[in-house]
């Protein structure tokens, strides 16, 4: 008998939460034989990234995974095998209450967020709080062997290397979403949080000897994008030119979509946590935009994920690379540190396949999370 999953998501903001929950309970179905529910407090948010979830359900079955309403009110529920809140979610009392009272009691665990400081590898695995005789474990994903690892569904990079190998796919992905860029056009994806520097980094490329055309998904963004354009609205479809800068407004398109736009593209700025790891997995230069926190806990982990994924670069290249990503996680002026990118752009592209090539080679997350439950029974 295949172990039983349940996987709660509390959705807090944006879409990383039920980014990572949703993949990660697609990837146990499909690849692990795992029967999954999973409980989401907001599935509006949800339907963004899969459009084909109904919101009025409180029951219903996508991809194989049995998603449910976390409604405010818990009913009466049997615990599964192995639950999982994620990102410390706070579990129904009920559902508690149904995990002790279980004859043999469940593996119960937090999925943490990623980070790639040294401490995670230490903690990892470790156990945490006891409820009534059950126990909790800390789970993290991470970059370095010792942790969780990082989502990555079995034959994603092989797909990668396919569709970025054929350029009439890509024209034809392209052409779904009204994007036709000029020939040899920089495309490049923008993801992210307000940035008061984007302006700075909008007039460099406008001002560039090379074209640049610039994906940009409805969201956050659009705002600082709109008072740089001059314009008093911006949506989608919007196509707008400012010297050798296209910009175009994208529809934020389903999840498996937006792997393909990443793919698409010579350079991404994301952001979160699941579009960083998936703009990894195009094994293009790409830009993050940290999620910030309180006391600014979140500097820590940028320089952390610098110095890990820096590690190989020439010096003048990484100077390069630090001090975009320090700029851009500031609100700080591109300006300069992008054209010193540019400089620097064949050693980088090359890096980012390494790079994705040397993390593609450890175990996954989901699969590390099957072992973890295997060692523990
Ligand atoms: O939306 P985010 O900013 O989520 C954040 C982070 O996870 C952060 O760590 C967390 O604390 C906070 O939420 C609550 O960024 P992230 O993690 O990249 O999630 C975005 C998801 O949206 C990801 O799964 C990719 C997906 N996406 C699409 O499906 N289509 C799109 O067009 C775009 C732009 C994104």
Same mark, same amino acid.
């Given at each position: 008998?295949?172990?039983?999953?349940?996987?709660?998501?509390?959705?807090?903001?944006?879409?990383?939460?039920?980014?990572?929950?949703? $993949? !990660? &309970?697609? @990837?146990?179905? %499909?690849?692990?034989?795992?029967?999954?529910?999973?409980?989401?407090?907001?599935?509006? #948010?949800?339907e963004r990234l899969c459009p084909e979830v109904?919101?009025?359900?409180?029951?219903?079955?996508?991809?194989?995974?049995?998603?449910?309403?976390?409604?405010?009110?818990?009913?009466?529920?049997?615990?599964?095998?192995?639950?999982?809140?994620?990102?410390?979610?706070?579990?129904?009392?009920?559902?508690?209450?149904?995990?002790?009272?279980?004859?043999?009691?469940?593996?119960?665990?937090?999925?943490?967020?990623?980070?790639?400081?040294?401490?995670?590898?230490?903690?990892?695995?470790?156990?945490?709080?006891?409820?009534?005789?059950?126990?909790?474990?800390?789970?993290?994903?991470?970059?370095?062997?010792?942790?969780?690892?990082?989502?990555?569904?079995?034959?994603?990079?092989?797909? $990668? !290397? &396919?569709? @970025?190998?054929? %350029?009439?796919?890509?024209?034809?992905?392209?052409?779904?979403?009204?994007?036709?860029? #000029?020939?040899?056009?920089?495309?490049?994806?923008?993801?992210?949080?307000?940035?008061?520097?984007?302006?700075?980094?909008?007039?460099?490329?406008?001002?560039?000897?090379?074209?640049?055309?610039?994906?940009?998904?409805?969201?956050?963004?659009?705002?600082?994008?709109?008072?740089?354009?001059?314009?008093?609205?911006?949506?989608?479809?919007?196509?707008?030119?400012?010297?050798?800068?296209?910009?175009?407004?994208?529809p934020f398109v389903p999840q498996t979509q937006y792997d393909h736009?990443?793919?698409?593209?010579?350079?991404?700025?994301?952001?979160?946590?699941?579009?960083?790891?998936?703009?990894?997995?195009?094994?293009?230069?790409?830009?993050?935009?940290?999620?910030?926190?309180?006391?600014?806990?979140?500097?820590?982990?940028?320089? %952390?994920?610098?110095?890990?994924?820096?590690?190989?670069?020439?010096?003048?290249?990484?100077?390069?690379?630090?001090?975009?990503?320090?700029?851009?996680?500031?609100?700080?002026?591109?300006?300069?540190?992008?054209?010193?990118?540019?400089?620097?752009?064949?050693?980088?592209?090359?890096?980012?396949?390494?790079?994705?090539?040397?993390?593609?080679?450890?175990?996954?997350?989901?699969?590390?999370?099957?072992?973890?439950?295997?060692?523990?029974?």
């Amino acid at each position: 008998m295949k172990a039983r999953w349940d996987i709660f998501c509390s959705v807090v903001d944006n879409y990383g939460d039920i980014g990572v929950t949703w $993949r !990660l &309970a697609r @990837q146990l179905v %499909a690849e692990h034989g795992c029967g999954v529910r999973l409980w989401v407090d907001d599935l509006r #948010a949800f339907e963004r990234l899969c459009p084909e979830v109904d919101v009025r359900l409180d029951r219903q079955v996508q991809e194989g995974v049995d998603v449910r309403r976390w409604p405010a009110d818990w009913p009466a529920t049997e615990a599964a095998d192995v639950v999982i809140a994620a990102f410390a979610c706070q579990l129904p009392p009920g559902y508690m209450e149904a995990m002790a009272a279980r004859a043999r009691t469940p593996l119960w665990m937090n999925l943490d967020y990623l980070s790639a400081e040294d401490w995670v590898v230490g903690c990892h695995g470790l156990p945490s709080v006891k409820f009534k005789g059950v126990q909790k474990y800390f789970f993290f994903p991470g970059f370095r062997a010792g942790t969780g690892g990082l989502l990555r569904e079995a034959g994603l990079l092989g797909r $990668r !290397l &396919a569709f @970025q190998r054929n %350029a009439a796919w890509q024209q034809q992905f392209l052409q779904t979403l009204g994007v036709f860029p #000029a020939a040899g056009a920089r495309l490049m994806s923008l993801f992210a949080y307000e940035n008061a520097g984007l302006a700075s980094w909008l007039d460099v490329l406008a001002a560039d000897g090379c074209t640049t055309h610039l994906l940009i998904p409805e969201g956050r963004i659009l705002g600082d994008v709109q008072r740089w354009l001059g314009i008093e609205s911006l949506s989608v479809g919007d196509v707008q030119q400012r010297g050798a800068l296209t910009v175009q407004v994208l529809p934020f398109v389903p999840q498996t979509q937006y792997d393909h736009l990443l793919w698409c593209c010579d350079f991404n700025a994301v952001r979160g946590e699941d579009s960083f790891v998936r703009a990894q997995w195009a094994g293009r230069p790409f830009l993050w935009h940290i999620y910030r926190q309180d006391e600014d806990i979140h500097l820590d982990k940028l320089d %952390a994920f610098l110095e890990l994924y820096t590690e190989g670069l020439s010096a003048p290249a990484r100077t390069a690379l630090v001090s975009l990503w320090q700029a851009w996680n500031a609100d700080g002026n591109m300006a300069h540190s992008w054209k010193k990118l540019l400089e620097h752009w064949p050693e980088l592209t090359v890096h980012a396949e390494k790079w994705c090539l040397e993390q593609g080679s450890r175990p996954d997350l989901a699969t590390a999370l099957v072992q973890f439950y295997v060692n523990w029974i």
